[in-house]
């Protein structure tokens, strides 16, 4: 079943299995989070929001250098084309910030400090 799967999903399987990742831990994994010299993960907010290392199946290495070359190939692209977004999930305080952020640069800020003047007749 497995030597049917396509190659990003394949790599996905084999660290579940080889790593003993999580689907959610698997998929949230970032460039960042990953060190082949040491052969080891960092799994952030995984089960019970805790931070935890684990260690990279031998099988894994090569796979996940060669998505790691490709996803830095595509970002580089992105760069290049300069594209307004890119696509990352954001932690929690960032995500709320970014939409801060977003709401200034169209204008669309309230200030709470004005609405609350008295209105003059």
Do not use: F, W
Not at 17 to 23: A, E, M, N, T, V
Not at 58 to 85: K, M, T
């Amino acid at each position: 079943m497995l030597t049917h799967l396509a190659p990003p999903y394949l790599l996905v399987i084999r660290l579940l299995y080889g790593s003993g990742l999580r689907i959610g831990e698997a998929t949230r994994l970032r460039i960042k989070d990953v060190d082949l010299q040491r052969r080891s993960l960092i799994v952030r907010d995984g089960k019970g929001a805790k931070d935890r290392v684990t260690v990279v199946a031998d099988s894994c290495i090569a796979p996940v250098r060669n998505q790691i070359e490709r996803s830095l190939a595509l970002c580089s692209d992105d760069r290049q084309r300069q594209r307004q977004r890119g696509g990352v999930l954001l932690p929690y305080a960032l995500a709320g910030q970014h939409q801060q952020l977003e709401r200034r640069r169209h204008g669309r800020v309230q200030h709470r400090a004005v609405d609350r003047l008295p209105q003059l007749a």
